[in-house]
């Protein structure tokens, strides 16, 4: 039974929010990014005995924050690639060995490989965090204990209430005052790690009771970003790292992980967000970071984030700058120490290079993104500098600004796009005076706004149309729906129903149209893929709507005859090259896969094929140029199909067309021929003077029993119509269900003498093959 399904699936793809495939940082891309890195790492700084040195021209090891930054990219590509696991592991026992020392009854990480002076938390901090991330991949228990060894260390240079301030971590073991956020949020998230893998309560209390000190204590400013950390007198640095608030946004993840509490989570967000604001240029995507003071960091909290709460805009964002440190900041596979330096200028320092890695990997266990771009970029100051933040269509409170990193009053110039509008409030709440902007202005100063917007509204002038997709199939109605799963020899329809003013379509095998509607009248296995209606409108605002064809076979239908020229032998009387006899038997029109012959050949130009055996074949399918997406006007016009039993001379027409312009020609004989070898011979090759060959495929059937043939019984005026459809099926049951026409040649299949369902088997079975086989 023929069975039509629709579904209300919608696939959505709009091209103003990400940009062009060609700039988009895919997981392969990074994967090779990371590895370029890493070969370069290992040849420019790793020392005999395996660890790695502290720059191009000082040979001594590296200080620990450096090795555990290499030491953290080696986790995070083994999290990716199995191949880098050993030297993780390897790097993992060579600090252990060559940095843990105990002095004064404490033992910890050392600053310097060898010795033992005065440590430092943030150094251990870090470490843990990477020996954590390879307990991750291997499960081996060691990495845990080493941490948790650590953890011992660092918490000893917690601030307790006899202390100034009375909270966060000291930087390092002489220090008796002050904390530094460097220590203190890194050693947050190292103990909440820790409660994750050994549900050990103090590690929860340690990260919990850290957490909100700095939040109660005001080390996190008005715009969600962290200050560098508390001076012995109790006053902030006010100095701002990315490295200062990554692991207190991965804190917060991770108490929202095991809390499930939402404000955990909204908390980060508003981190990320600040961090946007502060740190990246909405305009170039540039971070105005170094490396190992905040991008290595600041990706390994937007990588957390988007795992928890599945927004693409956080891994867009680190695609967005690591796109630029690569493309414009690398010099000779080294990058500089800011990673928006342009200078062509690189550090010969290990840690800034392994930042880079560590990066890369670690946006490699997504799938990759690509900068946003927006309809509206805010900038704190004239001229389009200062922080920036992009902005989508919507409208923006007092709160919502705030929640996204832009203080109250504090936007003095913005950026448009093609008919976006803005409307600036001075109240928070969408009231007050107002200015209306539908240009880009680089100082609000000039008109009385600058700092003075407290809400706004972004709109759209000329909204983007909708599409709605309708498909049908037969004489139904439309339905609205994008999807259409349908049978051989259906006709289905798809439109898509907008106000925009032109639509295209684009589909498999070179398919186009320039109709809001297409048909697929009958339907072929052929057609089935993903459909692309691109709508443009009056603004020029272009969108697409990708609609969906699964064509199958009906239930219970034959296999297909077989192309008997697939791959097989193929000669031709020249070629071009890339563009050679073979491919026009591969079975493929997709990716230019065709035969062209040479134009500067005299015609009639010809393509040979030996089958490889002997075969009674009545069907033959040639796919001309617009079947592969070229021009119509170079389909083939003249051609003869030709035969022979050698391969060698006086070759047989079997069958001969003229002035044809289809884009696919599907010839039956009359009768089978029984051949080997078989010529497409061309006198005309194109529509117009034009005399190149353009053959995509080439395509030769075996020839049904005589009782397919029959198949074709009945047309309009009851004699065969040259077509197999309902008609014949309607007047062969007949025939069958009328015991007195049992003498009827056509109702007995079987040859028995008796007229039966096995003969309507056999019919319904040879009719389906012949309307469903046979094309591409």
């Known amino acids: 039974m023929k069975k039509v399904i629709l579904t209300g699936f919608i696939f959505f793809a709009s091209v103003n929010l990400l940009c062009d495939e060609a700039f988009a940082l895919k997981k392969s891309r990074l994967r090779e990014w990371g590895q370029e890195s890493m070969k370069k790492i290992k040849g420019d700084f790793r020392l005999p005995n395996g660890l790695y040195c502290k720059t191009l021209s000082d040979?001594?090891?590296?200080?620990?924050?450096?090795?555990?930054?290499?030491?953290?990219?080696?986790?995070?590509?083994?999290?990716?690639?199995?191949?880098?696991?050993?030297?993780?592991?390897?790097?993992?026992?060579?600090?252990?060995?060559?940095?843990?020392?105990?002095?004064?009854?404490?033992?910890?990480?050392?600053?310097?490989?060898?010795?033992c002076g005065d440590r430092y938390t943030d150094d251990n901090a870090w470490i843990v965090l990477a020996m954590l991330e390879l307990y991750d991949i291997t499960g081996n228990d060691v990495y845990i204990q080493r941490s948790e060894q650590a953890m011992d260390f660092i918490m000893e240079f917690e601030n307790g209430t006899a202390n100034t301030p009375s909270g966060g971590i000291r930087w390092h073991e002489s220090n008796t005052c002050g904390t530094r956020t460097c220590s203190t949020a890194p050693v947050c998230l190292a103990n909440l790690v820790l409660y994750s893998k050994t549900s050990k309560a103090e590690y929860l209390q340690n990260g919990l009771r850290i957490y909100q000190w700095a939040l109660d204590y005001g080390l996190q400013s008005d715009r969600g970003t962290f200050y560098e950390g508390v001076h012995c007198n109790g006053t902030l640095d006010y100095v701002k790292l990315g490295y200062d608030t990554a692991p207190f946004l991965q804190a917060a993840v991770e108490l929202y992980k095991i809390t499930d509490d939402q404000q955990y989570l909204r908390q980060a967000k508003n981190m990320a967000y600040a961090l946007e604001t502060e740190m990246i240029n909405a305009r170039t995507n540039a971070l105005h970071q170094t490396g190992k003071w905040g991008g290595h960091d600041m990706t390994n909290a937007f990588v957390d984030l988007y795992e928890v709460d599945q927004n693409q805009r956080w891994i867009n964002l680190a695609a967005g700058y690591l796109r630029f440190l690569h493309d414009n900041c690398k010099t000779e596979g080294r990058y500089p120490e800011d990673w928006s330096s342009t200078s062509g200028d690189f550090t010969d320092d290990l840690i800034d290079q392994a930042s880079a890695a560590r990066a890369y990997w670690t946006l490699a266990r997504t799938q990759g993104g690509a900068a946003q771009f927006y309809p509206a970029v805010l900038f704190d100051s004239c001229g389009y500098q200062g922080w920036s933040l992009g902005l989508d269509y919507g409208s923006y409170s007092?709160?919502?600004?705030?929640?996204?990193?832009?203080?109250?009053?504090?936007?003095?110039?913005?950026?448009?796009?093609?008919?976006?509008?803005?409307?600036?409030?001075?109240?928070?709440?969408?009231?007050?005076?107002?200015?209306?902007?539908?240009?880009?202005?680089?100082?609000?100063?000039?008109?009385?706004?600058?700092?003075?917007?407290?809400?706004?509204?972004?709109?759209?002038?000329?909204?983007?149309?909708?599409?709605?997709?309708?498909?049908?199939?037969?004489?139904?109605?439309?339905?609205?729906?994008?999807?259409?799963?349908?049978?051989?020899?259906?006709?289905?329809?798809?439109?898509?129903?907008?106000?925009?003013?032109?639509?295209?379509?684009?589909?498999?095998?070179g398919f186009t149209s320039s109709e809001k509607s297409i048909t697929f009248e009958p339907a072929l296995l052929m057609h089935s893929g993903v459909y692309t209606a691109v709508c443009t409108n009056s603004c020029?605002?272009?969108?697409?709507?990708?609609?969906?064809?699964?064509?199958?076979?009906?239930?219970?239908?034959?296999?297909?005859?077989?192309?008997?020229?697939?791959?097989?032998?193929?000669?031709?009387?020249?070629?071009?090259?890339?563009?050679?006899?073979?491919?026009?038997?591969?079975?493929?029109?997709?990716?230019?896969?065709?035969?062209?012959?040479?134009?500067?050949?005299?015609?009639?130009?010809?393509?040979?094929?030996?089958?490889?055996?002997?075969?009674?074949?009545?069907?033959?399918?040639?796919?001309?140029?617009?079947?592969?997406?070229?021009?119509?006007?170079?389909?083939?016009?003249?051609?003869?199909?030709?035969?022979?039993?050698?391969?060698?001379?006086?070759?047989?027409?079997?069958?001969?067309?003229?002035?044809?312009?289809?884009?696919?020609?599907?010839?039956?004989?009359?009768?089978?021929?029984?051949?080997?070898?078989?010529?497409?011979?061309?006198?005309?090759?194109?529509?117009?003077?034009?005399?190149?060959?353009?053959?995509?495929?080439?395509?030769?059937?075996?020839?049904?029993?005589?009782?397919?043939?029959?198949?074709?019984?009945?047309?309009?005026?009851?004699?065969?119509?040259?077509?197999?459809?309902?008609?014949?099926?309607?007047?062969?049951?007949?025939?069958?269900?009328?015991?007195?026409?049992?003498?009827?040649?056509?109702?007995?299949?079987?040859?028995?003498?008796?007229?039966?369902?096995?003969?309507l088997l056999i019919f319904s079975d040879r009719w389906l093959s012949c309307i469903g086989s046979g094309c591409l």
């Open 59 to 115: 040979r001594t090891s590296a200080y620990a924050w450096g090795q555990g930054i290499v030491f953290g990219a080696l986790a995070a590509a083994a999290r990716v690639d199995q191949s880098y696991l050993a030297e993780a592991e390897a790097l993992a026992d060579l600090i252990q060995t060559n940095y843990w020392c105990t002095s004064g009854g404490l033992s910890a990480y050392n600053a310097s490989a060898g010795g």
């Open 398 to 509: 007092l709160d919502d600004l705030k929640f996204r990193g832009v203080l109250n009053n504090s936007v003095s110039s913005f950026l448009l796009e093609d008919n976006c509008s803005v409307k600036l409030y001075d109240a928070g709440n969408f009231s007050g005076e107002t200015l209306t902007k539908s240009l880009s202005d680089n100082c609000l100063n000039y008109e009385g706004w600058g700092n003075r917007a407290s809400s706004l509204k972004i709109t759209n002038r000329c909204p983007v149309h909708s599409i709605t997709p309708l498909v049908k199939t037969g004489s139904s109605d439309w339905a609205q729906s994008s999807v259409c799963y349908a049978e051989v020899g259906d006709a289905v329809s798809f439109k898509a129903q907008t106000d925009a003013v032109h639509c295209s379509w684009k589909g498999p095998n």
């Open 540 to 759: 020029g605002t272009v969108k697409e709507k990708m609609f969906k064809l699964n064509v199958s076979n009906p239930e219970n239908f034959p296999h297909e005859r077989s192309n008997l020229a697939l791959n097989k032998q193929v000669t031709a009387d020249s070629y071009i090259s890339g563009e050679h006899p073979a491919l026009a038997v591969d079975g493929s029109l997709r990716s230019n896969s065709k035969w062209c012959a040479s134009s500067g050949r005299i015609e009639p130009h010809w393509l040979t094929v030996d089958l490889g055996d002997y075969y009674d074949v009545d069907t033959f399918v040639i796919a001309h140029a617009a079947a592969g997406g070229e021009y119509q006007s170079w389909n083939t016009s003249d051609f003869c199909i030709q035969a022979n039993q050698d391969g060698q001379g006086g070759w047989e027409d079997i069958l001969c067309i003229e002035e044809n312009s289809g884009s696919i020609t599907r010839a039956v004989l009359d009768e089978p021929k029984r051949i080997r070898f078989v010529r497409l011979h061309i006198t005309a090759p194109t529509q117009g003077t034009d005399p190149a060959v353009r053959i995509y495929e080439f395509q030769v059937f075996e020839a049904f029993s005589e009782h397919c043939l029959k198949a074709d019984i009945s047309g309009p005026a009851g004699q065969p119509d040259g077509a197999v459809d309902m008609q014949d099926y309607f007047l062969i049951s007949e025939k069958w269900r009328d015991a007195d026409q049992t003498e009827n040649y056509l109702g007995d299949f079987n040859g028995d003498s008796e007229v039966n369902l096995n003969d």
